[in-house]
């Protein structure tokens, strides 16, 4: 099964308001958010190439049901050509390997 980690998005507003409407059924919504899961996934899978350096002052981390938290404090984020400093990030990673489970479709 996909992490559902994209779920926080203007996508699930719209579904909600579709669904408030009326305008489609909330099995449809749950089919779309579905289909959305899957793809954003695949896409960081195999679309995403680009590396970024990082650096931090680590605030928090957390390992729970195979899920890394972290907080950090200062980042300066860091790509060849560009650079960005920001004050406080939260990082979650799941292992993106499949676990075997077996989902259906």
């Given amino acids: 099964m996909a992490y559902q980690l994209y779920r926080n998005t203007s996508l699930q507003e719209s579904l909600d308001e579709l669904i408030q409407s009326q305008q489609i059924t909330p099995q449809l919504a749950l089919q779309v958010l579905l289909q959305f899961d899957k793809g954003i996934n695949s896409a960081l899978a195999h679309r995403v190439r680009n590396r970024v350096n990082f650096r931090n002052s680590l605030n ?8 890394w938290t972290f907080v950090l404090n200062d980042v300066e984020f860091r790509e060849v050509t560009e650079f960005i400093k920001v004050d406080k990030v939260k990082i979650v990673a799941c292992d993106g390997k499949n676990t075997g489970s077996s989902t259906t479709e």
């Fill in 60 to 67: 928090t981390y957390r390992f729970c049901d195979n899920v």
